[in-house]
Each structure stands twice: as structure tokens, then as C-alpha cells.
């Protein structure tokens, strides 16, 4: 379903970040990507997000390559793509509802369905009942929470989570990866960057080592 075909990336600086990398993701598949710092990791996500293209090869999503999505395709594209980052990035001056509510209201979503599809993302990540919580009051193993409800109220079918742990204590750190696999359950393929090896091999799912192209 997501397919990499001798996909190489080298950014306008001369840094080559991935080099000649051949991957296939079932749909509904769930993977770690490791490796160490500027490995590619974070590159590998982005191109699947067409926040950078491969300068070689070419990334398929159900057989069809991205190269060929036409300019007006790619806003549609992206709503089928949950992109979750180490810093879940709120905004601080609006509740937690409005936070999650905002890539709904961006689609044009109309009210009761908003509604909705935020209480069904809360309940998701188990903070039901802090929709009027401003993010100042939680914690921040909750500020992530609530950017994986935000990444996850469009109904994604592809989640990208690059280092979305890196903040948090173990335990919370466990808790956001079996909250991932829950989505995985209901049917999204999910790829997740660590360096957190202890975590991802508790979570026994695929692995992918990328190495540092020198
Ligand atoms: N926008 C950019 N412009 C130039 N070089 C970049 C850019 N983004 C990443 N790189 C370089 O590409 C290589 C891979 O970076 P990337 O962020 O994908 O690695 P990573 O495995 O995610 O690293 P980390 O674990 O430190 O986040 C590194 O050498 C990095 O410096």
C-alpha cells in the first residue's frame, strides 16, 4: 500500500538523508522506523507526507506514484494523512476542543458533525470530559494526546508519527505507542520514527533500521 521504489533524497544543501531504499507497507500494517540521529528517518515520514519529494526514485500510496498527483490533488492527499510530531505544536489560546475541532473546521465540517467527530477522537485517546481545558493545565504526556486527536478527527488511513515520544516519561511513552496500535487495530497503517529501542521492541511490531548514508 505504501511502497518506497529506489527512493533517494538529497537536500538542496548537497546532504544525501536516504539513499536507494526499497520498502513495502501492507495497508493496515504498523512499523518502527530506527536508526540513529540523521539517519532518515525523518525524511522517510516527509515523503510519504509530500513535505519533500524523493530526488530519486519514486513513493507509491495503493500503486499510484505521488510524483503524479496533480497540484490539486495533494490538499485531498494530505486529509487522508495523520502527521504527528515530538511537539504536538497547540494553540494555547484555545480550549482543547478547538484544538482537535480545527482541522474539521478547516474542511468546512458543519457543527453537530464536528461535535461529533471531536467527542469520538477524545474518547479515542482517553480525555473525555477536558474539551474546555486550555492546554496551559495538562500535562504533557495530554498536550500529546490531544495532538494525536487533532491528527486522528479526520479519520486518517495513514499516520505518520515522527519521535512522538521523545518527551515524555516511560510510562506515558507507552501508553501514546498502545494508543497507535489501537488506531492500527481499527485500520490505519501506521509508521512511527523512534530511537527509543527498549519501547519498540515491547510493542513487537516490524522494525526498519535505516543507516546513516555517509
Ligand atoms: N531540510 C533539510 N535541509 C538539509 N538537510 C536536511 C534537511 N532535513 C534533514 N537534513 C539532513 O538529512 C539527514 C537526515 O535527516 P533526518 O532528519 O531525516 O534524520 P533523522 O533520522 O530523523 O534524525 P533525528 O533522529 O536526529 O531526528 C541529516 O543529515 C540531516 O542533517
Known amino acids: 500500500m505504501i511502497e518506497f521504489k529506489q527512493v ?15 520498502l513495502t507497507l501492507e495497508a493496515g500494517e504498523m512499523v518502527f522506523i530506527t536508526g540513529h540521529s540523521g539517519a532518515g528517518k525523518s525524511t522517510l ?20 506514484s505521488l510524483s503524479k498527483l496533480g497540484r490539486g490533488q495533494i490538499p485531498n492527499y494530505r486529509r487522508r494523512i495523520g502527521f504527528i510530531f515530538q511537539d504536538p505544536h497547540l494553540l494555547y489560546d484555545r480550549s482543547v476542543f478547538d484544538n482537535i475541532a480545527l482541522p474539521l473546521r478547516i474542511a468546512g465540517m458543519g457543527q453537530s458533525e464536528t461535535r461529533r467527530r471531536v467527542q469520538a477522537a477524545l474518547d479515542k485517546v482517553g480525555l473525555t470530559g477536558r474539551e474546555t481545558t486550555f492546554p496551559l493545565m495538562l500535562s504533557a504526556g495530554e498536550k500529546q494526546r490531544v495532538g494525536i486527536a487533532r491528527a ?32 492500527n487495530e481499527l485500520g490505519a497503517t501506521v509508521m512511527i520514527a523512534s530511537h527509543d529501542h527498549g519501547l519498540v521492541e515491547r510493542m513487537k511490531k516490524r522494525t526498519i533500521v535505516l543507516q546513516k548514508v555517509d
Open 152 to 183: 486522528m478527527v479526520n479519520k486518517p488511513t495513514i499516520i505518520l508519527a515522527d519521535e512522538p515520544t521523545g518527551n515524555l516519561d516511560p510510562e506515558l511513552a507507552q501508553d501514546i505507542m498502545f494508543t497507535f496500535a489501537q488506531f
Open 8 to 22: 533517494s533524497k538529497k537536500y538542496p544543501t548537497g546532504q544525501l538523508a536516504l539513499y536507494n531504499i526499497n
Open 45 to 64: 515520514l516527509k515523503l510519504v507526507a509530500m513535505l519533500e519529494r524523493p530526488s530519486k526514485g519514486e513513493v507509491l500510496i495503493g500503486g499510484r
